[in-house]
């Protein structure tokens, strides 16, 4: 439970981090252009890479902690055998996208090794990158839920959000 804590702070840090990244690039160039007429060409480039791994890091995170937009219109309502069918029937559809994510990822990363960006001259593969790592990270969460699910206890940390039939009051 300790180290779930310190892996969604240390997200969290790396996330403000690049939030702070980018607000520095694109803020120090418009000052620059606005008071001396140029800029650091190096701007918008940092900030696109540091954009593309917040919201990696940002999904990631999201992911773990069950905040991802779902449908559950039906699903919700379903108890025993057929909410496990369903249960199980999403996590395959998510493993089997996931594997796909990771795999266009993948060859991605190998193609932009070869490759340059044009002002700082990165890899390519850096940017990939991002996205190969958030698809690792879910398909490692996705692996932990259901094998809490399997054994039938519920993961640390995890708080389900109430249905709203459940918390509606009547008047």
């Known amino acids: 439970m ?11 840090a790396l996330m403000a981090l690049s939030l ?5 690039a694109v803020f120090g160039n418009v000052v620059q252009r606005y008071l001396w007429g140029t ?6 480039e940092l900030s696109r890479l540091l954009f593309v791994w917040l919201v990696c890091l940002a999904a ?3 992911f773990g902690e069950g905040q991802h937009l779902g449908f559950d219109l039906v699903t919700a309502r379903l108890k025993g055998a057929p ?3 369903f249960r199980w029937l999403s996590r395959g559809l998510m493993a089997l996208a996931l594997y796909y994510l990771m795999v266009g ?12 960006s044009p002002v700082m001259n990165y890899p390519l593969a ?3 990158g991002g996205i190969l790592l958030m698809g690792v990270c879910m398909a490692v969460i996705l692996l932990l839920q259901a094998w809490h699910d399997l054994r039938g206890t519920t993961p640390p940390d995890s708080h389900p959000a109430p249905h709203p039939a459940d918390t509606a009051t009547e008047v």
Do not use: C, N, P, Y
């Open 2 to 12: 300790a180290i779930r804590k310190f892996l969604k702070h240390l997200v969290e």
């Open 20 to 24: 702070l990244g980018m607000v520095i």
């Open 39 to 44: 800029g650091w060409v190096v701007s918008e």
């Open 60 to 62: 990631t995170l999201a």
């Open 83 to 85: 909410a496990a069918v």
């Open 105 to 116: 990822a993948w060859q991605q990363v190998v193609v932009g090794m070869d490759s340059r």
């Open 126 to 128: 850096l940017g990939a």
